[in-house]
């Protein structure tokens, strides 16, 4: 079943699936329960006739990430597609960095690509979506509309851009649903059964024999998805077409990198994580035993629990002598605790035993996810397991989808590899390992695309 | 003597903070600064103590001596007044006062250093006594206690503590739980007292979270729990802003806008991500901007008003989602919020209101407490408490003492209220009643019934007519308290006091009307009562009273003669004039106390003729005349046994009230006529009432014969008030009226029957009989001055026309008690569906247990719990 199906799934899906969803009480917020039937947008259009050049975005609240495909031969282009192909490919094969915030990931960049027929490389570039005029000025200066053939679209941005892009750029943003896209792109892991995709962590709540272990996905039905990046968004998946947002909070990865903005003077998230590895919260935290001398063992409530985030600042004398490095783990431990247990309360009304953390906020972050790791094994007596990808800030494999609206199906593969490391620049190594092992286990000295496309057959 | 140099700087800072408080003249008036912090504390008891992470609560019972009044009837004894009537002399009364004061836990050391100064010296703390400590702080400050105070520590467990305190306070405080909404009108909804309080949820937001479910009074957990609180606020916000205390950065956050650091949905959609039905202006992430500005140079830094805001929108937010998150888990569709994060902050209990409106769609209700941050104080004392006293008391908050809460409507930090409001917040008082207080039965929906007739708070007008009317009508009762006591030197300072206090409160009310629960014209008029208390007066129409009682005792024996001259449709219609006319008399009405202070001789006919001429404004006269004469006496009474809840001493409780009373005896009825259990106005006061009831029978034979046989019964109604809260009745009032089967309930005055009870319903017939003496209230009802209401509400079904027996010994047969569904003695309808009959002959043979409230197995005892009405003992103010 290739992927449009798996769109127009949703759609023809009996009623009688979402009776179940209902049944299990999922009364939250506004039209949560509602199933979500994929995107607005079809892009079946596309797909019969994709014109250059090829664009795919996400912009999201912090970040805007941006795909480019690259044909590698310009001479069956008429005259005008080759002058703006030109002029982009100038511009943004030129150079890796955009002024000073855009960022070209080299090391994701994919050759040999065959997309409708066409030989190319795909490019990955980062900018902060605080920088979207300046990306929108750039557009419309080089001319990126040359062709209209519009741009795949996700993420907040693609609504809120709509019209400036099409005003400023004259470029149509196909706009795809990023919750959609997060399940797509789940589903999409799912069905290329990757063994070291999934995985968890052995013991962990025991620092010393915690290991990351890989997690058969085949079945994972129903699972819970804790998407965490600027905020969170919690959904509840049932089936392969049946998911729905149960809950949120705005207290996410965008509140942990403000708060340690604000509290240290850090200005990245890599920075802010950086920080944090160093710190130690107990000298910013109130725990237990600082309030009770030792554990509160009538309520279960252990002397080394934190009792209050961040209680210890109360004191002035305290907060004189307080490390940017403590404040950085301190903010970081908090929020992480919150969303596990926001997490875990929605796991326990959903009656769903497994746990997806996904999102920009785990990259780099394993501290993050040793203490979502903990957090549910300890405080559900070993009833709820957190699970987490490989690719971390999956919600970004929707760019897989809208690649995929002109890159083949079993391109698809290429996207998730993009999808590893993007983003990730300073910290390329993470994404190198795990290729590495990856491709170790695979047996293959070969590139990405043979392991898939071993896969698929 | 540096720690009593610290000590000293720690009270005279709390004290200086208090001078900023409204009060001038209240920190004039008392020369000792530690009385402003911890009032009576050298009276105090008992203590307890709640040690929290940043906040310490003490809890102390005092002994308030106070002067009352109280009659008595020795002529040969030299009375202050030698009145030949009854003699008034003052006594000691001792009130049992629960005092709770709040300062931070960083202050412990002086502080028990000050408790050991003014205490372990005072004879009435017992050495080597256990004191309850609960809180955190039990465990890190045993030893500091112990050595500081020379008392054994007794540890007692937080949650438990919590969970009896918010029990304590939601049974006994009326006003004590309210919804807020912000663009409700009024803001604040107040729940009443409630009995049936469970299951709760109760979010105890200190330092940091818990979250217990509580089923029962024994059964509760605490099943959650966030380590983001008030301590995270306070300790973050300080790290953010330098700001230092906790209400500092309430005041920065009350000032700011979140919307410069938190990322809504609008910034990341541009409008609504109306797929999840997210709203623009949903925060999508907070603190996100901070992150996204942060590298940029060109956006200035954040305000420190905006970065408070974000931050206490951020956690009340998570609190209220959490709350609700384990609220559905649990099932539990009430939460109430306690821990002293809020304070009454309107903008934090909007937000945690919108958050969990916002999950639950309204299903799950998030309700505040004025108290919240005593809960657990509260809990250990009374711990503490029910070791030695084995009774149950039932409790009321001193109105004068306690503290309201911040006003919704402050723009600015600056002005002196706001002061006084949030210091004064930290002040709960609350006295131990003598008796417990039980609901009438004669109710028809106890649950259903709400004493005051116009809630102040949602009627702008009224609230402004009546504040106003109240805040000039404290003059005249300030000259009154100043005449009340001629000898006392410091009569005219004290006087002053009230007025001061009491039209401070005024003010405060005036701008956040719910300050202090419902605004009523009651709630006014009690707290006037109380704060005259508090002043040290405690019944300022002591001699007035009696005057007017001697004057009205010579005149009865002359006006039942000229009542018995009449043929009885007559004599009915004259004694239905006399009770208005009697009801005239009234101090409380300003345009009363001019005519009465004009005229000496200002008599019952007077009166009478200022009445409004009929057809009344409320006329039910031909209805009640023709109820009473259908049924022939002696052969059929018409009512078993009436309840009259009568007002004001003089010419009304004897020339109009006690002629009522006569005919209905007379015709067979069995009266209880009730009246206040202390003194508020020129309402007759229990103990009066005695005496006025025993030399009024000297006059007539059937009072006499009535009083002697226990046919006319003088009971106190357990209320202060000059209006009636039927929820908060004697406990003995309550249980004879259930043994009399009382059938008709008379409620007499515009306290009583226009400001509250207008409303309500009975199970038996009502008589609602008042005279409007106030213009602007006769205007409303489209009256005149001196309108009349003479309201008969019959029970509707087959009242009256119901065959009656008149025997009161009804045969107790078997198929009597099996006719279930047959109850056709309206008298006994607000009984279970228990037969009637069978009840009352067991009653019989009961009487004597000296009224066991307890259901005695079979339902059918005719008591309050029979008829499912909640016998758990309750207080009033």
């Known amino acids: 079943m290739d992927d449009q199906s798996l769109t127009n799934g949703h759609l023809s899906d009996p009623s009688s699936n979402s009776l179940s969803v209902h049944s299990h009480g999922n009364g939250d917020g506004n039209n949560e329960n509602k199933l979500r039937n994929g995107s607005p947008d079809s892009f079946c259009d596309l797909h019969v006739r994709p014109s250059m050049p090829l664009f795919g975005m996400d912009i999201g609240g912090t970040l805007t990430k941006l795909v480019y495909f690259e044909p590698d031969h310009f001479d069956d282009f008429d005259q005008e597609e080759r002058e703006t192909l030109k002029t982009i490919q100038r511009y943004l094969i030129g150079s890796t960095a955009y002024g000073t915030t855009g960022i070209r990931d080299v090391h994701l960049e994919m050759t040999n690509q065959n997309i409708c027929g066409r030989e190319g490389k795909i490019h990955f570039i980062r900018f902060p979506t605080s920088q979207m005029p300046a990306f929108i000025d750039l557009a419309k200066y080089k001319k990126f509309s040359g062709l209209a053939s519009g741009i795949c679209a996700t993420g907040g941005g693609a609504y809120m851009f709509e019209d400036v892009f099409a005003s400023e750029v004259h470029l149509q943003l196909h706009k795809y649903d990023e919750l959609d896209s997060l399940v797509k792109g789940i589903h999409y892991i799912d069905r290329y059964t990757l063994k070291s995709e999934c995985y968890y962590f052995s013991n962990p709540l025991d620092p010393d024999n915690c290991e990351k272990m890989p997690f058969d996905f085949q079945d994972p039905y129903p699972y819970l998805v804790v998407n965490i990046g600027s905020g969170v968004s919690i959904l509840s998946v049932r089936s392969k077409y049946q998911y729905s947002r149960v809950s949120g909070t705005s207290l996410g990865g965008g509140t942990f990198l403000g708060l340690c903005c604000l509290l240290t003077g850090c200005d990245t998230f890599e920075e802010a994580i950086e920080l944090a590895s160093r710190g130690d919260s107990k000298n910013i935290d109130k725990l237990v035993r600082d309030i009770y001398g030792g554990d509160y063992s009538k309520f279960g409530l252990k002397g080394d629990a934190v009792a209050c985030s961040f209680g210890q600042m109360m004191s002035k004398e305290k907060r004189k002598c307080a490390k940017k490095e403590d404040l950085a783990r301190a903010t970081l431990v908090t929020l992480t605790n919150n969303i596990g247990s926001i997490a875990r309360m929605c796991a326990k009304t959903e009656k769903i035993e497994r746990v997806v953390f996904v999102g920009n906020f785990l990259r780099v972050n394993t501290i993050s996810m040793k203490l979502l790791a903990f957090a549910m094994e300890y405080w559900s007596n070993g009833l709820l397991k957190a699970l987490f990808l490989e690719h971390e800030h999956i919600s970004h494999i929707l760019e897989v989808d809208n690649i995929g609206c002109f890159i083949k199906d079993e391109k698809y593969a290429w996207d998730v590899w993009a999808e590893a490391g993007r983003d990730s620049q300073p910290y390329r190594h993470t994404t190198a390992d795990a290729w590495a092992r990856v491709l170790e286990e695979e047996g293959q000295d070969g590139t990405g695309v043979t392991v898939w496309q071993r896969h698929q057959n | ?877």
């Open chain 2, 1 to 877: 003597m540096r720690r009593i140099n610290r000590a000293r700087y720690w009270i005279e800072s709390l004290v200086f903070q208090q001078r900023k408080m409204a009060h001038k003249s209240y920190a004039r008036s008392i020369d000792l600064p530690s009385e402003q912090v911890f009032h009576n504390i050298k009276n105090a008891k008992r203590f307890a103590i709640d040690i929290g992470g940043s906040l310490a609560k003490v809890a102390y019972s005092s002994v308030i001596k106070r002067k009352s009044t109280m009659v008595f009837d020795e002529p040969d004894v030299p009375g202050i007044c030698g009145s030949p009537i009854y003699n008034v002399s003052e006594k000691d009364q001792e009130v049992v006062r629960l005092h709770f004061v709040k300062f931070e836990t960083k202050y412990i050391e002086s502080c028990l250093d000050f408790i050991n100064a003014n205490l372990i010296n005072s004879k009435e703390f017992v050495q080597d006594k256990a004191i309850k400590v609960t809180g955190g702080g039990a465990y890190k400050y045993t030893d500091l206690i112990q050595s500081k105070l020379g008392v054994t520590v007794d540890k007692v467990d937080e949650i438990a503590c919590l969970i009896e305190g918010c029990n304590f306070l939601l049974k006994n405080i009326p006003d004590e739980a309210f919804c807020y909404m912000r663009h409700g009108n009024p803001e604040y909804k107040f729940q009443g007292v409630d009995s049936d309080i469970f299951p709760y949820l109760l979010v105890n937001i200190g330092s940091g979270v818990s979250l217990c479910k509580v089923e029962s009074e024994d059964k509760f957990e605490r099943i959650g729990g966030t380590s983001m609180g008030g301590g995270t606020f306070w300790g973050l916000g300080s790290l953010l802003t330098s700001a230092k205390e906790f209400d500092e950065l309430l005041e920065l956050a009350e000032k700011g806008d979140h919307k410069p650091l938190d990322m809504l949905v609008k910034d990341i959609y541009g409008g609504n991500y109306g797929e999840i039905g997210l709203g623009g202006d949903v925060i999508a992430s907070s603190f996100g901007k901070a992150a996204r500005c942060a590298r940029d140079t060109s956006v200035p830094n954040f305000n420190r008003e905006d970065i408070v805001r974000s931050l206490l929108l951020c956690i009340s937010n998570d609190i209220g989602q959490i709350a609700y998150l384990q609220a559905r888990l649990h099932g539990v569709k009430k939460i109430y919020f306690g821990g002293f994060f809020i304070r009454g902050h309107p903008f934090t209990m909007h937000t945690m209101t919108f958050a969990i409106n916002f999950w639950s769609k309204g299903d799950i209700q998030p309700l505040f407490l004025r108290h919240e941050g005593y809960l657990c104080a509260i809990g250990a004392f009374l711990k503490g408490m029910r070791e030695e006293d084995a009774e149950h008391y039932s409790w009321g908050e001193n109105l004068a003492g306690s503290s309201g809460l911040a006003s919704p409507k402050q723009t600015t930090a600056s002005s002196s209220f706001d002061y006084h409001m949030k210091n004064n917040f930290s002040l709960l008082e609350i006295n131990r009643l003598e008796r417990p207080l039980l609901p009438c039965p004669l109710l028809k929906d106890i649950m259903g019934y709400f004493p005051d007739t116009v809630d102040l708070t949602q009627d702008a007008e009224a609230r402004q007519y009546w504040l106003d009317c109240f805040h000039t009508g404290a003059a005249k009762t300030k000259d009154l308290a100043i005449k009340s006591q001629p000898n006392s030197s410091d009569a005219v300072e004290r006087a002053n006091k009230f007025l001061e206090k009491y039209r401070s409160r005024l003010n405060s009310l005036r701008q956040n009307p719910c300050a202090f629960g419902h605004l009523t014209v009651r709630s006014l008029l009690d707290t006037s009562t109380s704060i005259l208390e508090e002043c040290l007066f405690p019944d300022i129409f002591s001699q007035q009273k009696q005057l007017e009682n001697e004057v009205a005792l010579h005149k009865l024996s002359a006006r039942l003669k000229y009542l018995d001259g009449l043929p009885l449709p007559e004599r009915l219609l004259q004694l239905a004039m006399g009770f208005l006319a009697g009801n005239v008399f009234d101090w409380g009405a300003l345009e009363v106390c001019k005519i009465l202070e004009q005229s000496n001789n200002f008599g019952l006919e007077d009166a009478q003729a200022k009445l409004q001429k009929r057809p009344w404004l409320f006329d039910d006269f031909d209805a009640w005349s023709s109820r009473l004469i259908r049924s022939k006496p002696p052969l059929k009474p018409p009512y078993k046994c009436a309840v009259i809840f009568c007002d004001n001493s003089g010419m009304d409780i004897i020339l109009g009230v006690i002629p009522f009373v006569r005919q209905l005896l007379s015709m067979g009825t069995n009266v209880i006529l009730c009246a206040n259990s202390a003194p508020s106005m020129n309402d007759v006061v229990y103990g009066e009432l005695q005496l006025l009831a025993k030399h009024a029978s000297d006059i007539c034979p059937i009072l006499r014969s009535a009083l002697a046989e226990g046919r006319w019964m003088v009971m106190e109604s357990g209320q202060t008030s000059p209006c009636l809260d039927l929820r908060l009745i004697d406990e003995r009032l309550v249980r004879t009226m259930s043994e009399q089967g009382a059938d008709l309930i008379v409620i007499e005055g515009m306290g009583r029957a226009i400001h509250t009870n207008m409303e309500a319903t009975f199970h038996c017939d009502a008589l609602k009989v008042a005279v409007i003496k106030n213009r602007w209230l006769a205007k409303r009802f489209k009256g005149d001055m001196f309108a009349v209401m003479f309201r008969f509400e019959q029970s509707g079904i087959i009242a009256g026309s119901a065959p009656r027996s008149s025997s009161p010994l009804l045969s107790s047969s078997s198929s009597a008690a099996s006719s279930r569904s047959v109850s056709p003695v309206s008298s006994l309808s607000y009984l279970s569906s228990g037969a009637p009959e069978l009840v009352r002959s067991r009653r019989g043979d009961d009487s004597d247990r000296n009224g066991n409230c307890e259901d005695n197995g079979d339902g059918l005892s005719p008591t309050a719990s029979s008829a499912k009405i909640p016998i758990t003992p309750r207080g009033s103010r």
